[in-house]
């Protein structure tokens, strides 16, 4: 079935560590995006993308990296730069240049750092 | 710049009645406008859009939500409640012209049975 597989499901940081979040879609959608969402902040832009190799800063990128290197995946990096990466991370994808289209959403990977 | 706001944080409401989820936008140019529903510790799951046309949109589950351009209101409704409606719903905008969808804070539906 076509959809969006993120992984790890959850996961666990020591502070002072990177880790990186798996992102792939098989809808053959050249618009990916990673969203953070916190409880009773909705859902917050960090990164997107529109095709391979290139990407934009959404509104809280801060602390985070991306890449785009396949049209498939796009992984999100959460640096030690982050002040605060306990969160429910959620990847998304839309097809090319559809601004009426909806986003299709992954199942999410919540991080904890201890 | 473009925002949503779901003034609710909670609406409670009882199996079998009617319920409305309130979403009202602001953004330069025509709205794009979205509905999503989350289950706990899932992704979202898209339920109907508005892009342009008649105001009233059907989507899945039953939903259905009524875009109201005096008001810049795009309310979610359904004529009667399931338990299983109980969720996190999120109204999203894109203006036009616009890269991503900016996401209101959400509001928990919770159906007593």
């Known amino acids: 079935d076509g959809g969006i597989t993120q992984s790890p499901k959850y996961l666990f940081r020591k502070e002072g560590q990177n880790v990186t979040l798996s992102c792939e879609q098989n809808?053959?959608?050249?618009?990916m995006y990673w969203y953070r969402q916190d409880p009773g902040q909705g859902l917050r832009l960090i990164y997107y993308s529109q095709i391979v190799n290139d990407f934009q800063k959404g509104d809280i990128a801060e602390g985070y990296s991306v890449s785009r290197e396949k049209k498939e995946s796009f992984p999100l990096t959460v640096t030690s730069a982050q002040k605060n990466p306990t969160a429910f991370y959620l990847c998304a994808s839309s097809g090319t240049g559809a601004y009426t289209g909806e986003l299709f959403f992954g199942e999410g990977s919540r991080l904890t750092v201890l | 710049a473009q925002s949503v706001a779901q003034p609710e944080d909670q609406v409670n409401v009882a199996e079998g009645n009617p319920l409305t989820v309130k979403c009202t936008y602001s953004?330069?140019?025509?709205?794009?406008l979205f509905w999503y529903v989350q289950y706990p510790n899932r992704g979202l799951q898209f339920l109907l859009k508005?892009?342009?046309?008649?105001?009233l949109v059907k989507g899945s589950y039953g939903f259905e939500a009524e875009f109201n351009k005096s008001q810049t209101s795009f309310h979610l409704k359904k004529p009667s409640a399931l338990v299983s409606d109980s969720a996190l719903y999120f109204c999203a905008v894109r203006s036009t012209g616009a890269n991503n969808l900016f996401f209101g804070t959400g509001t928990r539906l919770t159906v007593i049975p």
């Open positions: 953004v330069s140019g025509n709205p794009y």
């Open positions: 508005y892009i342009t046309g008649d105001n």
């Open positions: 809808l053959n959608h050249d618009a």
